[in-house]
């Protein structure tokens, strides 16, 4: 029998790109996706919480986990996983959500990854790894992250499903993946100028200031 604390520092076994159930694979850290053959496993927190963020960041082991800082009050940390492979983590998410007067509820993931890993697209409700529109033209947003601006740049989500309200804005940082995913759409505006992201790997029991609670979205 599993009891509540432990249940409480659960995470759960996926596949980066998609929703389907897969079947935990040998000892390398893959799983076997249905649809996509053995990939890199995603590990999801059951519920959000501290407990459960702790170990998310022992077994991130060191890979970055980007959080909005300081988080606004009575924001909360909703959601987040990582992706790990035989040669360790290659992506973080986590997800912040409040509401806005403007907005409504809001949600902001941030995704870190390595190329060609698949969450960020996922969280972003695409195909694929953004392509040559990062880079080119104006930027449509900055973070500071570890001390440097970060350029983003707007994906086009016109192609992928058009019911799904949201801002997607991608960089590279470290030579990984920076994607930011705002819903609804509208809640770009939050950004603000130059949000800080924190990277809170290495941060452990410090992070007790940070408030943890669902709904997590639908990914
Ligand atoms: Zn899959």
Redesign the pocket.
Known sequence: MTTGDEADRRLLPG?P??S?QVSLGGTDGTVA?P??GP?PALWRAAAPSYDAFGVHLLAADGFPTYVPWPLTAGWRVSDFAYVAGPRGARATMTCCSGTSELDGPVDLVVVTEEPATGLGARLAGLDADPGPEVGHGPSAARVRLDGHPVALWPVSTSAADPDFDRSVVVGEAHGRWLWLVLRPASAMLLLGEDPLLRDVAGDGPALVELEFGGPAPAW
């Open positions: 596949c790109r998609c389907e996706c649809v996509h990939v």
